[in-house]
């Protein structure tokens, strides 16, 4: 028996895996007891990842769509039509008319966001999009825009952590375990801010707020820290701009005022501020998305980036420190054209130096339907499931009717890749190799790479996305632009302007550290955080963050109010799946079979539900059945359904037109539903 040991490519926690091969199939996997992250822990999907890679759902080789139903084809086959396909819609519309996506797998999987990206290039559409336009890129931007860098959360050195819209034992498991330990060690205060009283809430100070409201919250603290001249003096007065500006702007944002809008005391945001401003070192671990996919998801974020500079949170221990980056080889080749939302959302798409690649995704199914601004004929997913994942399914479903060629790659049949003209079978990352790690610092503060190994040969026809990518390539007349022949090849060449070689990495099977941490950047930069935001005032923004009701929801329609008298909240992670995976793993079904809808007892008794029963959720766009479940820990009048969820796919309840008017972002939370009563 070998055993190999990797990195998990499952979500972007990466923890360390020891792979157990035995004659070329994997036979048990366990966490890697020399990873400083999970140190021998795995999650529940880390534990299936056996069941997992051999499920029957596997695509086992290219198919095509003929009369409804798929066929088996063969690579060479599947190539040749798909290229042609290509050239021909881009000589009646334009290169544009290709629209690539990759999903969550997308952003975590360097190379499948690299090579999709080298290969929009050389066909040449600006229409490449990612989660990026739904997940993460707002928090970034809102920290890049105040800080002129990005500081990643370093909560392991902090004496104070507010988990803010973060649930990690459910969607960063190893962080979650990292904080129990710090609790037991008795050296942790932890403040939770959740509508959801989550497990971690028992363990310290615990605030529920009306969701939507934390930026309500964060301005009330703002308000506390000044005028109990708790304010970390020397950063503020050497290292800011824009203070006066935020201390007239926060003047009336009393704690009362904030209760007034969150419905949390006002005595409470007091003491939370002030155990925030004198702990010796604080840190706002907030959730991914969860707070940015609301309509004032931007400012919310940066009201948190001012509470953290405030008090003098940056670039120390346990605070937001500056994480090294590695520089990857850069595969993407010039592109004439903006991408969509360049024009509208223009914080999101000209803030920076140069705009970022992808597009706004709440524009694409919108264009794909419309064929305005131009057609989007041709769509290739990869690493992504949108039918299920992309808010509003319905506008997605009509959009597709639209396309004249739809690809989907993917080591599993979806429920996108069933409605797709050619599926094409990718291998998972244990049959690949990868970057792992974190060379860009995303969720991690440790300036730490890993190498991805290839563990099993491909199953049955699969191939790594790399390959797939190269061979369209070559057969569209791009072949210049592929040179590397395998998997290993392409790794190394993206390591190549790293400084860490793919040899350095094979020698180090649980990773290295690239470079090292450095405190007190700020001391060095000449750029000054920016408390307010001159930058974001030119590109038509508010320069400082206010309170804005959550568009389309109970509390800002007061018509929709008496149809629809709840608040919606999807997408809080489960820790048995990542996003709309691995439900083919009965290991893990059995522990959650379907999705649930949260509600608290007291909206369980006001449409006569008990838990356990099905119910009907609506919206204006539409409605689904969910079962209920009645939990004292949900906050009254608020609805929370999980994504992924084939039976109870709570994105058709959402409109991908009410999004953040700053990101672009659509709301996946606070909008206004009602419970439907089953006979
Ligand atoms: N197991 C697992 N892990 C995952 C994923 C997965 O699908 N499964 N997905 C990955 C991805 S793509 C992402 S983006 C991240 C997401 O990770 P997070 O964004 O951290 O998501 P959660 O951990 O579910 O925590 C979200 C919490 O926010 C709360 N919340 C909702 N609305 C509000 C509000 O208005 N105010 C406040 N204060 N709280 C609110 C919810 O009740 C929930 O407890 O997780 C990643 N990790
Ligand atoms: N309502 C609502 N919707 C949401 C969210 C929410 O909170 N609420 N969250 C949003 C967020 S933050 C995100 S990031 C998105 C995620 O949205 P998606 O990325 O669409 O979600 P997944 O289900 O993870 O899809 C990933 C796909 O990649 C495939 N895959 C796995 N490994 C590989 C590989 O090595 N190669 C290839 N080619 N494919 C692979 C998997 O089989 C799976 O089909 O969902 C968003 N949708
Ligand atoms: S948390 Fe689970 S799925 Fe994510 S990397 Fe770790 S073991 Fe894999
Ligand atoms: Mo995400």
């Known amino acids: 028996m070998e055993i190999i040991k990797t990195d998990c490519g499952l979500c972007i926690n990466c923890c360390g895996v020891d792979a157990y091969v035995k004659d070329g199939k994997l036979v048990k996997v366990e966490g890697s007891p020399d990873h400083w992250l999970n140190e021998g822990e795995l999650c529940p999907k880390g534990e299936h990842l056996v069941e997992w890679v051999y499920a029957p759902t596997r695509l086992k080789y290219p198919m095509k769509k003929v009369d409804g139903k798929f066929e088996r084809i063969s690579w060479d086959q599947a190539y040749k039509e798909i290229g042609e396909k290509l050239h021909q819609l881009k000589e009646k519309y334009g290169a544009r008319t290709l629209a690539t996506y990759t999903g969550s797998v997308g952003v975590e999987h360097f190379e499948m966001a690299a090579f999709n990206q080298r290969f929009r290039g050389a066909f040449g559409t600006p229409s490449f999009f990612n989660p990026e336009g739904l997940c993460f890129r707002t928090r970034i931007l809102a920290r890049q825009i105040t800080f002129g860098r990005y500081p990643v959360e370093e909560p392991f050195n902090a004496d104070c952590i507010i988990l803010w819209g973060h649930n990690p034992e459910e969607s960063y498991y190893p962080q979650g375990l990292k904080i129990r330990k710090m609790l037991e060690e008795g050296n942790l205060t932890l403040i939770t801010i959740d509508p959801k009283r989550i497990p971690l809430a028992k363990e310290g100070i615990f605030l529920q707020p009306r969701p939507g409201t934390d930026c309500a919250i964060a301005l009330a603290m703002m308000n506390t820290i000044i005028e109990e001249d708790l304010w970390d003096k020397e950063f503020v007065e050497e290292y800011t701009t824009g203070f006066d500006k935020l201390v007239e702007h926060v003047k009336d944002c009393t704690p009362e005022w904030a209760e007034s809008i969150s419905g949390v005391g006002a005595s409470e945001i007091r003491r939370i501020a002030r155990i925030f401003a004198s702990s010796e070192s604080s840190c706002i671990l907030e959730g991914v998305g969860h707070l940015n996919q609301m309509t ?304 608290s007892p007291v909206t369980a008794k006001k449409y006569d539900v008990i838990d356990g029963e099905m ?9 689904i059945k969910v079962r209920a479940k009645v939990t004292e820990d949900m906050k009254e009048g608020v609805v929370s359904i999980p994504h992924g969820w084939a039976d109870s796919n709570v994105n058709i309840l959402l409109d991908a037109s009410v999004r953040d008017p700053v990101s672009g972002y659509v709301a996946l939370r606070g909008n206004a539903c009602r419970i439907i009563k089953l006979d």
């Open 296 to 599: 004032n998801g931007l400012q919310t974020e940066r009201a948190f980036c001012i509470l953290m500079a405030i008090t003098g949170n940056i670039d120390r221990p346990g605070g937001w420190v500056t994480c090294p980056q590695v520089r990857l080889a850069d595969l993407r080749l010039p592109i004439e054209e903006n991408s969509l939302g360049y024009e509208e959302y223009p914080v999101f798409h000209q803030f920076g130096r140069r705009p970022p690649p992808y597009g706004s995704l709440s524009m694409m199914t919108e264009t794909m339907k419309t064929e305005k601004p131009f057609p989007i004929k041709a769509f290739i997913s990869s690493g992504s499931n949108p039918v299920l994942t992309l808010p509003d399914t319905n506008l997605f479903l009509e959009a597709i009717d639209n396309l004249e060629l739809f690809v989907c790659i993917d080591p599993y049949m979806t429920e996108t890749g069933q409605l797709a003209d050619y599926v094409l079978p990718a291998c998972t990352f244990l049959e690949e190799y990868g970057i792992g790690g974190f060379p860009y610092g995303i969720s991690y503060c440790e300036p730490y790479i890993m190498l991805r190994k290839k563990v099993i040969e491909p199953l049955f026809e699969s191939k790594p996305i790399m390959r797939i990518w190269s061979e369209l390539a070559h057969e569209m007349g791009y072949g210049e632009y592929f040179p590397w022949e395998t998997d290993e090849e392409a790794v190394e060449h993206l390591l190549s302007t790293s400084g860490v070689t793919f040899q350095e990495l094979l020698d180090n099977p649980v990773g290295v550290y690239f470079a090292e941490k450095e405190y007190e950047v700020y001391k060095k930069v000449k750029r000054k955080t920016e408390l307010f935001s001159p930058r974001m005032e030119e590109l038509g923004a508010a320069g400082l963050p206010s309170h804005v009701e959550p568009i389309a929801s109970p509390s800002s329609d007061p018509e929709l109010a008496k149809k629809y008298p709840e608040i919606l909240l999807t997408g809080a992670r489960q820790v048995e799946y990542i996003d709309a995976q691995q439900r083919e793993v009965a290991g893990l079904r059995v522990r959650v079979p379907e999705a649930l809808a949260e509600i």
């Open 615 to 623: 119910i009907g959720v609506g919206t204006p766009r539409g409605t």
